[in-house]
């Protein structure tokens, strides 16, 4: 089967395209490079077929220039956007383009090529702000962040395609997702810090932000259970972990044990990191679990998987000196 | 007090034009005159201080010159967006400039210039087809046109920035509003049809196809009433009639009772106008009603009474021949 992945040189496209390319999948590889590295692909190659363009996918042209040998019959799985929330809150003009213009460029190409079935790597945060009660995929949409923002406006555009010219069109909306290779993030920003200066961590906010966490390798599997169950159309679904997550100052704390155990926590007044961040929220997975699969791993064991799996990484990539700095 | 209305040359924006005037306050209309007309905004002169700007409100180089002279107290009314809804579906396009760019380039605007009070004009179309399910306004929002889409993303857009940097910010869902001076719309047509061929009037679809219809009197009555009552922050509101709604069929007949008793009724086969319609909904306007505004004419008063003005406004455009095309 033939698979495009926009994004395709960055963290979860990698993931899945190790998990394609084990099943015997040929996959076209989709990204600008902004965000994603080279490396990465190369490492996929030794896998099985792999075909890269360096491409702006919000460029509607350039997009069907990369797209033109690729059978109409291909999955594609939708996963480049902005991924600095904060960034977003200033200028939504990252979001625009990176997120919701790449959206509707995608969306326009695949019409004009006959291509029909389509994966959307979405949010959490299309929810925005629900307090104590429970993220269900039929809670209404209010997003806080222009991240969130211009993955809704996203979503929205492919419920319509999915009315006038998509058959399938599967919306995953998840928490946070960790895992290597970590390209940024609350775990690799901690750790990075921690290897600068071993003896204190400065925290953004109180430490009290509640959050869900996602380990890639529970992502990809459950995406691709979903795609493999179900009638086609369209559908929604939150993928995360069973509980309610797990606060800013027990990662911090893990994230000390593991890397600099006498390391002193310094901790910020507000209750979130920035505007238009979601504090805490409780997400609801009832749906996937009906459709047949349920994660294994907790919040907090996602993430002590995921600083040891990012630890070994900064270590190698930095030799012996695990304080260093690239050369 | 000072006001800024986007689409400021169109059907309800001079409806709502009217009534701002009438209470003494002043008004910068905003248009780029594709589908709003000059003659409108000359009409309002006598009510009062009316400025008009003809200008791409999604050029927010030109928006923001046109806005230069506003108080950033005033309250901004943004109207502006494609109407068109069938050709949304066939190309986006010009939903994503009309709608969704004029939102994007408008927010950009208010917010360089520290203007913190925004009133949107959305739509029912932004819950998408529920069938016999009450559209209240924490319902589902799964738009299956792009006119729903491009209004969906605006409103999240306008949700972020409520979380940013405005103060006031509210978000009216209204199904079809009727009234004159239309621009466009089933009454229009089938009116203008009529006038054509007195004989016969073709239907788009089967005629079972029901939704609510609003007369854009009590539109504007409901929005002033719900930006005079409230603490400010985000809000959204349902504005519709209290009822169910009336099928096409009964619009027609009502047509051809005032306008060409003897013609026949020619129905499609199709259970919906065009891809992206939805075929009928049910609007709770409850949460409208507890805030204390209730609306006093059924669908089907509405229609009537839009039916009455619009054939008033066509026979005085074409002088005695009532079937006669414009000069």
Redesign the interface.
């Known amino acids: 089967m033939d698979h495009v992945i926009t994004g395709g040189a960055g963290f979860i496209a990698v993931n899945l395209a190790r998990s394609l390319l084990a099943r015997g999948d040929r996959l076209v590889l989709l990204d600008d490079l902004s965000r994603g590295h080279p490396a990465y692909v190369e490492a996929l190659r030794p896998l099985g077929p792999v075909a890269f363009h360096k491409v702006d996918v919000a460029d509607e042209n350039a997009l069907g220039a990369a797209m033109a040998g690729v059978s109409p019959e291909a999955h594609v799985w939708h996963l480049c956007a902005n991924s600095d929330i904060p960034a977003g809150?200033e200028d939504?003009a990252v979001d625009?383009h990176d997120t919701?213009m790449t959206t509707?460029a995608l969306?326009?190409v695949m019409r004009k090529r006959g291509m029909r079935r389509l994966h959307f790597a979405s949010t959490s945060a299309?929810y925005?702000d629900h307090g104590v009660h429970a993220l269900h995929?039929?809670?209404?949409?209010?997003?806080?962040?222009?991240y969130?923002?211009?993955k809704?406006?996203s979503e929205?555009?492919i419920?319509?395609a999915?009315?006038?010219h998509l058959d399938i069109a599967t919306v995953f909306r998840f928490p946070n997702v960790i895992g290597t290779p970590a390209t940024h993030g609350v775990l690799i920003d901690f750790i990075r810090k921690l290897a600068a200066t071993p003896g204190d961590l400065a925290v953004l906010g109180n430490g009290t932000q509640k959050k869900s966490y996602l380990h890639v390798a529970e992502l990809v599997e459950a995406m691709l259970f979903i795609t493999a169950h179900g009638a086609g159309g369209?559908r929604v679904f939150n993928i995360g972990p069973a509980d309610t997550g797990i606060t800013v100052r027990e990662i911090a704390e893990a994230v000390r044990y593991h890397v600099s155990p006498g390391a002193r926590l310094h901790f910020g007044t507000a209750d979130r990191g920035w505007?238009?961040d979601v504090p805490r929220f409780v997400y609801a997975i009832d749906k996937l679990r009906a459709l047949g699969w349920s994660p294994r791993l907790s919040s907090h064991e996602a993430i002590t998987r995921a600083i040891a799996e990012i630890a070994a990484a900064e270590r190698t990539a930095h030799g012996a000196n695990p304080g260093g700095t690239s050369p």
């Open positions: 809150v939504p625009l919701f509707y969306l326009r299309v925005g995929e039929e809670a209404k949409t209010e997003p806080i962040s222009n969130g923002a211009m809704l406006a929205a555009l419920r319509a999915a009315e006038a369209y505007v238009g």
